[in-house]
Nanobody, 115 residues
Framework: QVQVVESGGDLVQPGGSLRLSCAAS????????MGWYRQAPGKQRELVAL???????NYADSVKGRFIISGDNAKNTVFLQMNSLKPEDTAVYYC?????????WGQGTQVTVSS
């Protein structure tokens, strides 16, 4: 079994910053990638950022230059530093871990950007 737990969501003003954390535990020997997705009310879940096992990263166009994904392979953790937050970044953010055994999701953490 694999467990994925996110933390760090909060209410923040436009222009502010937040750092999300995700820790995976259980039967993890190596992963293909770890990443963050988000889902706003009434919208489909969308990719925010991925980090591959080799360290390369991918970002959605909407967050490039504002968000930074990083990870610690040894600890099976991934972080999302979110800067210059906008109201349209408001969503539930989900951590995803892609393993040989399948895709695993956390329960989500709420990020609300509002004045």
């Amino acid at each position: 079994q694999v467990q994925v737990v996110e933390s760090g969501g909060d209410l923040v003003q436009p222009g502010g910053s937040l750092r999300l954390s995700c820790a995976a535990s259980g039967s993890i020997f190596s992963f293909y990638h770890m990443g963050w997705y988000r889902q706003a009310p009434g919208k489909q879940r969308e990719l925010v950022a991925l980090i591959m096992s080799g360290g390369s990263t991918n970002y959605a166009d909407s967050v490039k230059g504002r968000f930074i994904i990083s990870g610690d392979n040894a600890k099976n953790t991934v972080f999302l530093q979110m800067n210059s937050l906008k109201p349209e970044d408001t969503a539930v953010y989900y951590c995803n871990v892609a393993l040989r055994s399948g895709n695993y999701w956390g329960q989500g953490t709420q990020v609300t950007v509002s004045s």
